[in-house]
């Protein structure tokens, strides 16, 4: 019955997107007459589009990708620009957004920062720490304890030991949920804790469980006791805004512990069942002061879903003896959204691939990168850092695969190394640096993530579990495969080709 609304749902959402397309066909044809003035103001719309796109701040990539479509589709390129297009969220949905992002800075003002103590140890992460505090607001953090979770098999596990503690307050934010034993089990303590009355709430994005849950599944969860809010809910209606998704996961408990990565709460995530073969991942824990910025960002995004300001002071941590945290480095839990013309989540990866000096190591599902990130990898690697990426062997979209892979020639011929997980799909986004520096987060290196989708990370600098990140990066290794110029060499014309072409449009897939 579950899967019947689902595709009901899904159906019915397709179904009114080809009405539409199929109106506007129709409008086109019934025009016939007047071809020529209609030909004539689509000419003038396709020519505006294209200069606003060549003159708009938006990746050079994103711009061909749009560029050609509007070249060779003049009739109907610079309608479809206008619909699908914007890069950025829709001026209402900013308008709404704006007073959230003030009380992001004010809710985070009164954090007493400890950026000035950084650049006493290293002036290039001061320097990173810098840009991140004054671009996305979310200062870094001692007094914090940071866990790395090498799969979600790890990270399943010490979620629901976290949440069975919880005493005040639940917040979690996931782009996928699914109804399966992940789930089921995670909801039987928030059905549990919220009786009890803990503050339990639920963000969840329609788009990301649009396959996963039923429809109007916030109803259900309100009838459990449960708080839900629901990210851009789907209409059958063409609009710009489903450009942008809540991509992020989240969970933080009483505000003093918390979680993020690349893992939602769905079975594949834990390979209750292979989806794609052995599903590689990986997530951070964090404990003490730096939890307060994942707290704000579930908070900003709560604000937005619901449509009411709320005040962020009650959810501060308070002095709790239970908790010990050993001091451990520098944790700088940051947020990143297209509200902006800041790719934050970018520039973060850039500078800590342009200042590496030994070593940078990177996991991530998809490589859909722009001109700057692929000559900041050249470029490491003909200096003579040893750059390796791993990738999966068996991917989740076939042409997205493709495109990914129509990356490797340029990189691996530029000494960067290239490997693909064998066993399935990693979807763990990582970096390790020169064992100083890491990230963790739901960043992936594609144009969506770094531009159009609300995302998270964590950048750490001296932390202890940088020395985990780097031993579970060389341990895939082992069951990786190494992609060498011998191997590019092999591939089949027409697969080159057709690489190529999927890759002109990479940026809106």
């Given amino acids: 019955m579950k899967r019947f609304l689902i595709y009901n749902r899904i159906i019915l959402l397709v179904t009114a997107i080809i009405i539409q397309l199929v109106v506007m066909f129709e409008v086109i044809l019934r025009f016939n007459q007047y071809f020529e003035v209609f030909y004539g103001v689509n000419i003038v719309i396709g020519a505006l589009a294209f200069i606003w796109v060549l003159n708009n701040k938006s990746n050079p990539a ?20 206008l619909f699908f297009g914007g890069n950025r969220t829709g001026r209402r949905a900013r308008e709404r957004m704006r007073p959230i992002q003030n009380y992001t800075k004010e809710a985070l003002a009164s954090v007493t920062s400890c950026l000035e103590l950084i650049p006493g140890q290293n002036t290039d992460a001061g320097n990173q720490s810098r840009y991140i505090q004054q671009y996305s607001f979310y200062p870094p953090y001692r007094n914090t304890e940071a866990v790395y979770l090498p799969s979600g098999e790890v990270k399943f596990a010490r979620l629901l030991e976290e949440l069975q503690k919880a005493e005040r307050f ?50 259900v969860l309100e009838s459990m006791g449960i708080k839900c809010g629901v990210f851009h809910p789907l209409i059958p209606v063409l609009l710009r ?17 918390g979680f993020t990565g690349g893992i939602n709460l769905a079975d594949e995530y834990i390979n209750r069942f292979e989806k794609y073969g052995h599903w590689k991942d990986a997530s951070i824990m964090i404990k003490g002061e730096a939890v307060w910025n994942l707290t704000v ?33 520098f944790v700088q839990p940051f947020g990143d959204s297209p509200l902006d013309d800041e790719p934050v989540g970018e520039l973060v990866y850039l500078n800590l691939i342009n200042r ?24 490491a690697a003909k200096s003579g850092v040893d750059v ?38 990693i979807h763990s986004k990582t970096f390790v640096v020169d064992d100083e520096y890491g990230v963790v987060g739901t960043i992936n290196l594609d144009y969506r993530s770094l531009y159009l989708h609300f995302e998270c990370g964590i950048w750490l600098y001296r932390c202890r579990c940088i020395g985990d990140m780097k031993r579970d990066f060389e341990e895939t290794l082992t069951i990786c495969q190494e992609i060498t110029q011998e191997d590019l060499r092999r591939i089949h014309w027409s697969k080159t080709l057709l690489m190529s072409v999927l890759r002109l449009f990479a940026p809106m897939m």
């Fill in 297 to 329: 960002m579930f908070l900003s995004m709560w604000d937005y879903v619901k449509g009411a300001k709320g005040d962020p002071k009650p959810y501060r941590p308070g002095q709790d003896p239970s908790i010990t945290v050993t001091d451990d480095g």
């Fill in 388 to 425: 390796r990426i791993i990738t999966p062997h068996h991917p989740d979209k076939w042409y997205v695969h493709m495109v990914s892979r129509s990356y490797y020639r340029t990189l691996v011929e530029s000494g960067v190394k290239i490997y693909e997980y064998l066993p399935g799909f």
């Fill in 170 to 219: 639940i917040f979690l934010e996931y782009f996928i949920i699914n109804e399966g034993f992940m789930w089921k089990s995670i909801l039987k303590i928030l059905k549990k804790k919220a009786a009890q009355g803990v503050d339990v709430r639920v963000i969840y994005d329609d788009f990301g469980c649009l396959a996963t849950l039923p429809y109007q599944y916030d109803k």
């Fill in 241 to 257: 805004r489903h450009n942008n998704r809540d991509h992020r996961k989240i969970a933080v408990i009483d505000g003093h512990t």
């Fill in 62 to 81: 994103y711009k061909i990708a749009w560029i050609v479509p509007i070249l060779l589709f003049p009739i109907f390129g610079g309608l479809f620009y």
């Fill in 356 to 379: 590496a000096k030994h070593y940078v190591y990177i996991t991530t599902p998809y490589l859909i990168i722009g001109h700057e990130m692929v000559t900041a990898l050249c470029l």
